[in-house]
């Protein structure tokens, strides 16, 4: 038995054409649990993040790994029809096209149910069909018509993108809880189906009980900074080196004699305005700056250490690099080396894996994040064709490989 083979999915055949985040994202998780994921790119420039400089190379690595490229021309009849042919054989096809990019180029659900009956095809658009269907998406469109950016940042500053691509990403996950449901479905049916997942309807449930507040209350929430609405003291302060941040967030009864003992202010536990949990969010700006200058002439490593010790749930606010050296992601497995590409050469990396396991779950790095169409004379065989046929593929341009570029 191979390392794919002894994974979850490793029935399971992925044919991906997508582009930035969500489509790759979407199949990533697949394929970590063991799905063979076959990406389709573009021939010269593949996916668009391959020349989005250092940060679109990042999003390539980290979410193309176990994947096989192929470059394929999907503007020729030869190369329309060579996708015909892996999404004949395949399970799932998962693509984050513009609206009806796909229906155009003959590769959409329609054209490709009628060569798969069985195909579940995964289609991640920025809205659902409706008034907003053919406007064009993206993640910080969702986040702003949902709210999200408003919720973020602190009052008065103005809206915040969050600092990861936060609709890309759930629209991926609604995306795939629907091919999860749509392959057991099959299973009853021996029938596909089409999946719809969209980012700004993702970002829209995520923010459903700050809009069931507003409905209730009549007006809107202001946003929150690090802090909570239901608790005081709940923020991040900074400690005795710059930028050097810590959680704290006390919302129990037991939590704040703990947090007032382990940061040695017997003086705030006896202080009225602070004694229930109610007369705390009451003075909740007072009792900020308290524990703000309190905490600023302490260690980051200490408080924590101390918080913790006293049962106060607190955390230290990390840079992402700090991330690669994480005891708790290294000791669990949840850290993967891999290689990839870093201004026109190969790199040795590191990312954090799909954090899925159970009695018998679990997901692996398998395969490094690939150079434009690695794979593409592997795949095409893999599908039947004989070397003459991949050959002329390739002189026509059709295909491409990335020492034939």
């Known amino acids: 038995m191979t390392q794919r083979e002894a994974l979850p999915l490793s029935d399971v055949s992925v044919v991906e054409l997508g ?14 649990l063991g799905a063979d994921v076959v990406k389709v790119e573009r021939p010269g420039s593949g996916d668009i993040m391959r020349n989005a400089g250092e940060s679109g190379e990042a999003v390539v690595n980290a979410f193309n790994r176990n994947k096989r490229s192929i470059a394929l021309d999907l503007q020729s009849d030869r190369g329309r029809a060579a996708y015909h042919d892996l999404a004949e054989a395949a ?5 984050n096209l513009g609206p009806g990019v796909a229906d155009r180029l003959g590769i959409g659900y329609d054209d490709l149910s009628e060569l798969n009956a069985g195909l579940v095809y995964l289609s991640i658009k920025g809205f659902q069909p409706g008034p907003y269907g053919d406007r064009p998406g993206m993640d910080m469109v969702a986040e702003a ?3 999200l950016a408003a919720m973020t940042g602190r009052p008065g500053d103005g809206p915040v993108r969050v600092g990861t691509s936060i609709a890309d990403i759930g629209s991926a996950l609604y995306g ?4 999860l449901t749509a392959l057991r479905e099959r299973e009853r049916t021996g029938e596909g189906q089409f999946v719809d997942a969209t980012l700004f309807e993702s970002a829209a449930q995520w923010m459903g009980y700050w809009a069931t507040y507003a409905d209730m209350t009549g007006h809107d929430h202001p946003p929150l900074g690090s802090s909570h609405p239901a608790f005081s003291l709940y923020d991040v302060f900074e400690t005795d080196e710059s930028d050097r941040w810590v959680f704290v967030g006390v919302t129990t009864d037991r939590h704040w004699p703990a947090f007032c003992e382990a940061v040695d202010r017997p003086d705030l536990l006896a202080d009225e ?3 229930t949990p109610a007369s705390r ?3 909740k700006s007072e009792l900020t700056e308290a524990a703000a200058e309190e905490l600023a002439d302490w260690n980051r490593e200490e408080l924590v250490d101390a918080l913790l010790e006293a049962g106060v749930p607190a955390a230290p606010v990390n840079e992402p690099s ?6 708790h992601l290294r000791e669990t497995g949840m850290l993967v080396d891999f290689e990839g590409d870093h201004g026109g050469e190969r790199k040795r990396l590191r990312t954090v894996k799909t954090p899925l396991s159970g009695d018998r779950i679990e997901t692996e790095q398998r395969l490094d994040a690939p150079r434009l169409g690695e794979h593409s004379r592997e ?8 070397d003459a046929d991949i050959d002329s593929l390739i002189e026509d341009g059709v295909i491409e490989l990335p020492d034939e570029r």
């Open 273 to 275: 305005r602070f004694e």
């Open 91 to 95: 399970d799932v096809v998962i693509e």
């Open 145 to 147: 018509m949902s709210g």
């Open 379 to 386: 795949v095409l065989a893999d599908s039947g064709y004989d």
């Open 281 to 283: 969010l009451d003075h």
């Open 19 to 32: 582009n930035i985040v969500s489509a790759p994202f979407a199949s990533l998780l697949l394929a970590d």
């Open 322 to 327: 700090e991330l690669l050296e994480d005891d």
């Open 176 to 179: 795939v809880i629907g091919v």
